[in-house]
């Protein structure tokens, strides 16, 4: 598939979700890229913006199996992935999978389960596939987690670790919608949509699975100048040695920020990634990568605060200044 | 022609015999105005009969006392209602008629007597204001001008020596390449190493030029990026974006949202210019060249917004004032006793608008009907225009002296000198129209007349003070001095009636399109007639030279910095320390001194058992036990400051306590002697 006709695909399917994801067009955009580059999305908001709308919506377009956990405190690793169950009738173990065995899963406030469960993804999300008793089953292609937080609550809920986070691909933000956006949100309501009958919406399957992996595997074609390993390099490295930040990105992060790069300069329509690409998705990628000083937060200092600061600090290649 | 009042006087008086007047006389204090019949016999002089239009305008001395009346009364006459206003110094000979005022003025003669005993009757009080001697604030402010002027040539001289040790100096380290600590590879904060950049070429033309040369040899790939360059330089010489080493091209594309015809241009020129620079796209001729068929009139898109701006921003400097240079309304007449805000209220109440002229008399608008001339002193050559406009059927009062023009008009100031008693001219007194109206001023000069063409209308101690004439198809009446005009005066007697009853022209005078009069005072002339003038008139020569000068060195040396960029100073953060001892005042102030030593307690166990006792089992005997070993201290002493510690939290009591500083001091010793936190 080349570019132009991945770029056409892709505006379909931002168009055909911002259809009833009213006004979030961005984060339409971001959990796309990740799809693309083949990576995990954490949606952090606070409850009502629509971050399950995007998800079902998003797997409804691009006809991908899709399955929900709500996590909870007393949600169980096997209660994920699945596993062993006598069968009394045949007398032997059988293998039930979890709701992980899907193409896109939904892991609903993943931060209200504790370590041990939010754990038994690890594994899923890093090497796609799940290992019960000794024996490794491989999940389904694609295979996408986006998992959701909520930002405010910290009664009953087990912060992700940082291996974890850096598992995710990205971090999107999901901010409240304007005054305009929230007014079109409740016209839809009144003209009687509801989320979850999106089949009444007349919400189209714009592209199939086949056509994602084809997607996916487009990207490899994108060109990636010497000059934006530099910038992409430059900027990891500037994690690591700004002042305010404790720890820094890990190469991980890097390779994520160029991957993801590609994506949006594929869905550009361009075969050749431009240091905007790199700069526009950076807050995205490292947002949830970075740990700051104390005294820094204690500043009132934010990650993305610290990140718009190393972007202004790193030189563009080829600029004009 | 239309015939003033002292024409339609003489002609009845004339004519009284022969010709039966056509007047209205039920109202003997009535100013009026009236179709006469052709034929009347004038005197003294030609007078002109013509048209008057079609019955009687008049005004009523009722009507004018009650202008009069609505005028003063109003608080932006301050000498008439304020009795703390304090009369300028120019006006204070106007004190004179502070008595007689006081029936429309009440305020005046407090006003006049509150300046003090010594200047009633003082020679400064009788002086007329043409013989005005300088203001004593104005010889101050004149010697703190001179003091001002030694301190400003000090200031420029120091700031030029100044301007110019910092040109040499940069001179200096331009021939000694790294002399400047700044040319040394720096370093920041964060240890990431910055290479000094080498000088960018900045100059929009020399960048366009150098695209096209290195087009012309074939190197491409570097003739689009300088063609794109020059347009970043040029957007950002107007403002429309910011050029800066962070920022993408996708950051300048965007940051033109306000300006979509550039910002699709430059978008188009970005995409050609990415697909060069990153992609893998061979650059070309075709290329290069559609690449500076949009950068060119973009160029030339900012410039001529540049041209707009400028042009907008210069045209709205005369803006106060329409294409003929006059003021649009009377708002700048003075309220001071001395000023013609009323003269000006009265005439705009009964039909006239009268307005201040600005312009000198290259053009005199052919919608002006009257000129009155006060404080001023037209040159011969804006005299003869004056005149040629007059006899084409316009009326002109001269309140100042006619200076060249005194011979041709046949009048010019007396010394003979008027003592303030005035007396209307006998025909005038007898008339239907004035009747036995009273006139009263200061002081004053008086007229000299060629009698064979001007008729006196108002004598003071036998010598003329306003006289009138035909002067071609129009009229000129002339007053000996401003005096009568001014505020002051309007304010006493019947002075305001027959000022406006000598003023008021023809019928139309009345008619809804008020009657344009001008007012014409120091002020005429004085405006710029062309940019070269305002700039002659400002004496902004000096300054314009210098402009030029500077604007000459950057032309010489463009696109070449001055000085040397350097880096914003980095926001200094205040260190955790300060943090720390901040929140130890907010502790202090709230009396916590448990809950502090708590908390310092458990982190000290904390960190005593990591340091004293690593891998231990973690009870508290056992870390008192290591403790003691190491620093020679009895157990029991050590257990009992780390029972204190650990307990702080549990203990009640939320005040401070020299308890709570001892415990802290005891922790802090035993921290000490295990080698310390640092």
Redesign the interface.
């Known amino acids: 598939m080349n570019v132009e006709r991945l770029s056409e695909r892709f505006h379909r399917v931002v168009d055909e979700v911002s259809r009833v994801l009213v006004g979030q067009r961005p984060v339409v955009e971001h959990a796309l890229y990740a799809v693309l580059a083949g990576g995990h999305v954490l949606v952090e908001g606070v409850p009502g913006l629509g971050k399950t709308l995007l998800v079902r919506s998003l797997s409804h377009v691009v006809g991908a199996t899709f399955k929900r956990i709500q996590f909870t405190p007393d949600l169980m690793p096997s209660d994920v992935t699945g596993g062993n169950i006598y069968n009394q009738k045949e007398g032997d173990f059988v293998f039930v999978p979890g709701p992980v065995f899907t193409q896109l899963l939904l892991a609903d406030e993943i931060n209200r389960a504790p370590a041990k469960t939010q754990s038994a993804l690890l594994e899923a999300m890093q090497d796609r596939s799940v290992t019960a008793d000794g024996v490794t089953r491989a999940l389904p292609n694609p295979f996408l987690v986006i998992a959701t937080q909520n930002p405010i609550e910290s009664q009953g809920t087990y912060p992700l670790p940082e291996a974890q986070l850096d598992r995710f691909l990205l971090k999107v933000d999901v901010q409240h919608p304007s005054r305009d956006v929230e007014k079109r949100v409740l016209q839809n309501y009144v003209a009687g949509f509801h989320p979850s009958e999106l089949e009444k919406v007349g919400l189209e399957r714009v592209l199939s699975v086949e056509e994602l992996l084809e997607m996916q595997s487009a990207l490899t074609g994108v060109r990636v100048d010497d000059a934006i390993l530099d910038y992409v390099t430059d900027i990891i490295a500037r994690t690591r040695l700004h002042r305010s930040v404790y720890l820094g990105a890990s190469p991980r992060g890097s390779i994520g920020l160029l991957t993801t790069a590609r994506a949006r300069a594929a869905t550009d329509g361009r075969d050749y990634v431009v240091p905007d690409d790199v700069k526009f998705l950076a807050p995205a990628v490292l947002r949830h990568r970075i740990v700051l000083h104390p005294d820094a937060e204690l500043e009132g200092m934010s990650t993305d605060d610290c990140i718009e600061s190393i972007l202004r600090e790193a030189t563009v290649p080829k600029t004009a200044a | 022609m239309r015939p003033g009042p002292a024409f339609i006087v003489m002609s009845l008086l004339a004519s009284s015999a022969a010709a039966e007047p056509d007047v209205k006389t039920d109202d003997d204090d009535a100013v009026e105005f009236f179709d006469i019949d052709g034929g009347v016999e004038l005197a003294p002089g030609a007078w002109p009969d013509g048209d008057v239009g079609d019955g009687w305008v008049t005004v009523s001395k009722e009507e004018i006392d009650q202008t009069l009346g609505r005028t003063f009364s109003a608080a932006r006459y301050p000498f008439c209602n304020d009795g703390e206003y304090r009369v300028p110094r120019r006006d204070r000979y106007l004190c004179d008629l502070a008595d007689e005022a006081k029936n429309r003025c009440p305020e005046f003669q407090k006003t006049c007597q509150r300046l003090g005993a010594a200047a009633t009757g003082s020679e400064e009080r009788r002086r007329p204001p043409d013989a005005q001697k300088p203001d004593e604030e104005l010889r101050i402010s004149s010697s703190l001008s001179s003091l001002a002027r030694v301190i400003f040539w000090t200031l420029l001289a120091l700031g030029l020596l100044a301007l110019i040790v910092a040109i040499a100096r940069n001179f200096r380290s331009r021939e000694r390449p790294g002399a400047d600590a700044g040319d040394e590879p720096s370093t920041?904060?964060?240890?990431?190493a910055r290479t000094p950049a080498p000088p960018?070429e900045t100059d929009v033309d020399r960048l366009l030029a150098r695209a096209r040369e290195a087009a012309g040899r074939g190197a491409y790939d570097v003739a689009i990026?300088d063609a794109?360059?020059a347009a970043?330089?040029q957007l950002d010489r107007s403002g429309a974006i910011q050029?800066?080493?962070?920022?993408?091209?996708?950051?300048y594309v965007r940051g033109l949202e306000e300006h979509p015809a550039t910002q699709d241009d430059l978008r188009a020129v970005v995409r050609a210019v990415?697909?060069v620079?990153?992609?893998?796209a061979p650059p070309s001729k075709g290329m290069f060249d559609d690449v500076l068929g949009r950068v060119v009139p973009l160029l030339h898109r900012t410039s001529l917004l540049l041209v707009l701006v400028v042009a907008l921003v210069s045209s709205t400097g005369c803006g106060a004032f329409d294409d003929l240079g006059e003021s649009k309304d009377a708002s700048g007449f003075s309220h001071a006793p001395g000023g013609y805000a009323a003269l000006a209220e009265v005439m705009q109440a009964h039909g006239a608008r009268l307005r201040h002229r600005i312009r000198d008399f290259d053009i005199i608008h052919p919608e002006t009907r009257m000129l009155i001339i006060v404080d001023s002193e037209p040159s011969e050559s804006d005299w003869e225009s004056i005149l040629e406009w007059t006899r084409l059927g316009h009326t002109l009062v001269i309140a100042t002296d006619p200076g060249p023009a005194r011979t041709e008009l046949g009048a010019e100031r007396a010394m003979q000198p008027c003592r303030g008693e005035l007396l209307l001219d006998e025909a005038y007194r007898s008339s239907a129209w004035f009747g036995p109206s009273t006139l009263s001023t200061v002081p004053d000069p008086t007229l000299a007349i060629d009698t064979s063409s001007w008729w006196p209308l108002v004598t003071c101690g036998g010598h003329p003070y306003v006289a009138e004439r035909s002067l071609g198809e129009g009229r000129v009446v002339m007053f000996a001095s401003s005096v009568l005009l001014s505020n002051a005066a309007l304010t006493v007697a019947d002075n305001a009636y027959v000022v406006y009853g000598f003023l008021k022209p023809p019928p139309d005078f009345g008619s809804d399109d008020a009657t344009p009069v001008e007012l014409v005072d120091e002020v005429t002339g004085s405006g710029a007639r062309t940019p070269l003038d305002s700039v002659a008139n400002g004496r902004l020569l000096p300054l314009l030279v210098q402009i030029v000068l500077v604007m000459l060195v950057f032309g010489l040396w463009r696109g070449v910095r001055f000085g040397r960029p350097r880096d914003p100073p980095t926001r200094s953060?205040?260190?955790?320390e300060e943090?720390v001892r901040a929140l130890g005042a907010i502790y202090e102030k709230a009396g916590a001194s448990k809950l502090a030593l708590a908390a310092y307690g458990a982190w000290a166990v904390e960190w005593l058992r990591a340091r004293a006792n690593p891998g231990a089992e973690a009870s508290l005997s056992s870390l008192s036990e290591a403790i003691a070993r190491r620093t020679g201290r009895d157990e029991h002493e050590v257990t009992r400051i780390l029972v204190g510690a650990m307990t702080a939290r549990d203990e009640e009591g939320s005040g401070e306590s020299p308890e709570d500083l001892r415990a802290f001091r005891e922790i802090q010793s035993l921290l000490a002697e295990l080698g310390g936190t640092q």
Do not use: A
């Open positions: 920041d904060d964060d240890g990431v960018r990026r794109y360059w970043l330089r050029i800066d080493p962070s920022l993408t091209n996708g950051d990415e697909r620079q990153f992609g893998s953060r205040r260190r955790f943090h």
